[in-house]
């Protein structure tokens, strides 16, 4: 499957654990991108990688919220001190080169805090 | 952050007849995209459009686009069972960390009945 792959598909957490989360892009896509989705909402975004380099991360994302994406390949999103309002579905989003292209979604980790 | 407003929140029509869905959104933009989502699935890219074009068709999805009034409508013929999911628009514009940040919309939740 050359798709956009994320571990874990589910993840169940007791309040006050740090989890993380990763996204292997498809491979020539040089642009990666992190959403949250709670339900009936749309994708929110929290942070955009170009390469290795985070572009942007989203004023409203707490700093218990951090991504990295070394060497330009896979990413990974942790929390830390997980909350009961962190629960939703974690997506993952990458895109090729260019002004006019489309982006390739996972599957997502649904993550439940308790 | 979310940069579109979807209109309607929810959407219920027979199978054949035909659907449409609006967005808004707030900024300049290079690119508007529609995607689509099953229930607890990924998205799914449908079609997109660039600021200098004004209506795009792919089979039987159709797609408009106002800059000047800053929205978008996608129109669905013939509709059948299969296309009930949730609908977003995408905005694809310039990140202020630079690249090409993609902000979706709040949705339209379409069910097609039989």
């Known amino acids: 499957d050359t798709g956009v792959s994320q571990d874990p598909r589910h993840k169940i957490t007791k309040r006050g654990q740090n989890v993380t989360f990763r996204c292997d892009p498809i491979?020539?896509?040089?642009?990666l991108y992190w959403y949250r989705q709670t339900l009936g909402q749309g994708p929110e975004f929290l942070t955009y990688?170009?390469?290795?380099?985070?572009?942007?991360k989203s004023r409203l994302l707490s700093d218990r919220f951090s991504a990295e994406r070394p060497k330009g390949s896979f990413s990974t999103l942790e929390i830390q001190r997980t909350e009961q309002g962190d629960s939703a579905m974690y997506l993952c989003?990458?895109?090729?080169?260019?002004?006019?292209?489309?982006?390739?979604f996972g599957q997502g980790t649904r993550l439940t805090v308790v | 952050s979310q940069q579109g407003e979807e209109d309607p929140q929810a959407l219920s029509i027979q199978e054949g007849e035909n659907a449409t869905m609006n967005c808004s959104y707030k900024?300049?933009?290079?690119?508007l995209q529609w995607y689509r989502q099953n229930s607890g699935r990924g998205l799914v890219h449908l079609i997109l459009?660039?600021?200098?074009?004004r209506e795009k068709h792919s089979g039987r999805l159709r797609v408009t686009l106002d800059t000047s009034k800053k929205s978008s409508s996608l129109l669905i013929t013939a509709s059948r069972a299969a296309d009930t999911a949730s609908y977003f628009c995408?905005?694809?514009?310039?990140?202020?960390?630079?690249?090409?940040?993609?902000?979706f919309g709040t949705g339209t939740q379409l069910k097609v009945e039989l």
């Open positions: 990688f170009q390469n290795e380099a985070q572009l942007e």
């Open positions: 995408a905005t694809d514009a310039f990140s202020e960390g630079g690249g090409n940040k993609l902000t």
């Open positions: 491979s020539e896509h040089n642009r």
């Open positions: 989003a990458s895109r090729p080169t260019g002004a006019r292209t489309e982006a390739f």
């Open positions: 459009i660039r600021s200098n074009e």
């Open positions: 900024t300049s933009i290079n690119n």
